[in-house]
């Protein structure tokens, strides 16, 4: 069926450094591409979004790329801080499914001092 | 601007016990979602209200799930009997009006179940 996944279940970067989690989704007919940030005993918090016709968003220190072509999805953080550590997922949404949001399995990033 | 409200924050039950929580949505949001998260998986929608009425229902389990949404504002959300498999954070989300940008969309903490 139709889903929403991540390559990487986990990913360690350096303070400072850029991070880059990606997510690849089948269903061609999303419009709407979520990245969410999910903390420890935390429902997840709305980083940013991206419209399916358009290829690039970028927003404070985060920047989400969105290939249609191969499906393919990306989250950039510039210089990470050790409070980006968390859990992102990615989502997407349909027109027709009234805003319902589905998940990917999310990515644990952790940031190394 | 408060949040999502949930409660009870965690709650540890035994199987084929019956067990409760409650949503209060941000204000003005008719919008109102009940998601399943699993531990180690993302969120699972489990049901979506709008305003008092039943959007979609079709993934949940309703031999064993109901919700409830009185007067368009609180939801409650009850499991009777549970099983061992309901254990999972539960989460309630509500969202501003279809045409804006999911910033809007916003997640309580979350009611963890554990059934033992």
């Known amino acids: 069926g139709e889903s929403v996944g991540l390559h990487l279940p986990t990913l360690s970067v350096q303070e400072g450094d850029n991070s880059i989690i990606n997510c690849a989704y089948s269903n061609s007919a999303s419009d709407y591409f979520i990245w969410y940030k999910q903390e420890s005993g935390k429902g997840p918090q709305f980083i940013i979004d991206?419209?399916?016709?358009?290829d690039k968003r970028q927003g404070q220190r985060v920047t989400v790329l969105l290939n249609k072509t191969v499906k393919h999805l990306s989250l950039q953080i510039a210089a990470t801080q050790p409070g980006d550590s968390a859990v992102y997922f990615c989502a997407e949404s349909s027109s027709g499914s009234a805003r319902q949001l589905t998940f990917g399995s999310g990515t644990q990033l952790t940031v190394l001092p | 601007e408060a949040g999502v409200a949930q409660s009870p924050r965690y709650k540890i039950i035994e199987k084929r016990q019956s067990v409760a929580f409650w949503c209060n949505p941000i204000?003005?949001?008719?919008?109102l979602y009940w998601y399943q998260q699993i531990l180690g998986q993302g969120p699972k929608l489990l049901i979506q209200f709008q305003n008092n009425g039943v959007v979609d229902d079709s993934q949940l389990p309703k031999d064993r799930f109901s919700a409830e949404r009185l007067k368009g504002v609180d939801s409650t959300l009850k499991i009777q009997p549970a099983k061992l498999e309901d254990s999972a954070v539960y989460l309630c989300?509500?969202?501003?009006?279809?045409?804006?940008?999911?910033?809007?969309?916003?997640f309580g903490s979350g009611t963890r179940l554990t059934v033992v």
């Open positions: 991206i419209r399916s016709n358009m």
């Open positions: 989300a509500s969202s501003s009006p279809p045409g804006q940008a999911y910033g809007g969309y916003t």
């Open positions: 204000s003005g949001h008719a919008t």
